[in-house]
């Protein structure tokens, strides 16, 4: 087996194995440089990262808070039920950010398909 001839973003040659007569890995042939862009663009949608990271940290506040004996134990309960009532909504809008996306993928097929485009074999 061969090693890819691409050079990783730090410089660095890339060692994924990769069979004859493939001279790159998925991540380095020029060929699916438009997948992974809308790849890419795809990852940048959700928004949901930031305020995930941002959950984190307060919940860890609160935590180390009441760990350290500065944080009521009540209040920092009642706290972290609002976390997670929080966290079920940025769940629930992962879920329909999901299926919206799906629905459109759909509808876009079904016109393929009623243009006589199908992708699908008969």
């Known amino acids: 087996m061969?090693?890819?001839?691409?050079?990783?973003?730090d410089g660095s040659r890339c060692t994924v194995t990769v069979?004859?007569?493939?001279?790159?890995?998925?991540?380095h042939d020029p060929?699916?440089?438009d997948k992974r862009r809308r790849?890419?663009?795809?990852?940048?949608k959700g928004g949901g990262s930031r305020e995930i990271r941002d959950l984190k940290r307060r919940i860890s506040e609160v935590v180390d808070?009441?760990?350290e004996g500065s944080q009521d134990r009540g209040r920092a309960a009642?706290?972290?039920?609002?976390?997670?009532?929080?966290?079920?909504?940025?769940?629930?809008?992962?879920?329909?950010?999901?299926?919206?996306?799906?629905?459109?993928?759909?509808?876009?097929?079904?016109?393929?398909?009623?243009?006589?485009?199908?992708?699908?074999?008969?």
């Open 31 to 33: 060929a699916n440089a």
């Open 65 to 67: 808070a009441v760990l």
């Open 39 to 44: 790849a890419a663009s795809k990852g940048g």
């Open 2 to 9: 061969a090693v890819c001839s691409g050079i990783k973003r």
């Open 78 to 122: 009642v706290a972290i039920q609002g976390f997670n009532a929080l966290r079920s909504m940025l769940e629930l809008e992962r879920k329909i950010r999901e299926q919206e996306e799906v629905l459109e993928r759909l509808e876009a097929l079904e016109r393929d398909d009623k243009e006589g485009g199908s992708r699908w074999p008969a």
């Open 19 to 27: 069979e004859s007569p493939q001279q790159y890995c998925w991540w």
